[in-house]
């Protein structure tokens, strides 16, 4: 069975972000340095990451590039809180007095589901 290019190319960044060179929600190399790296076309390292997109492993933003995806919070649409009441469903979560807190962005995506991404605030204080 024949090995296409940008199997192999998927197949080597999931390696590397399996191995944590690359973390959650962190930016990968831009699409000119993979093509570099590669020494493949813009079309076939950008047919790779779509792959990997598909496995749920990486999500682009325009502007912004290629990144290591998060695991998502769902959140049902019948049912939106506020991100207190996110905050407190998130596992792990007790900010109160801390000097960090955990926030969960909502992301709304065109086929209505909502994922929320964490971020820490630097002095966030939870009541």
């Known amino acids: 069975m024949r090995h ?4 192999e190319i998927a197949d080597s960044l999931r390696r590397r972000v399996e191995a944590g060179e690359f973390v959650a929600g962190g930016l990968l190399p831009s699409e000119a340095d993979l093509v570099a790296r590669y020494k493949a ?3 076939t390292v950008r047919r790779a990451l779509e792959d990997l997109r598909a496995e ?3 999500d682009s933003r325009q502007g912004s590039g290629w990144f290591v995806a998060t695991d998502p ?3 049902n649409l019948g049912r939106l809180g ?5 905050l407190d469903h998130m596992a792990g979560y007790r900010a109160a007095g801390a000097s960090h807190s955990m926030v969960a962005i909502p992301d709304v995506h065109l086929d209505g589901s909502i994922e929320a991404f964490g971020e820490v605030i630097e002095g966030m204080h939870h009541p």
């Open 82 to 86: 506020t991100i207190e009441d996110q």
């Open 56 to 58: 749920g492993l990486v």
């Open 73 to 75: 919070l769902p959140q």
């Open 41 to 43: 076309s813009r079309v």
């Open 4 to 7: 296409h290019r940008y199997q």
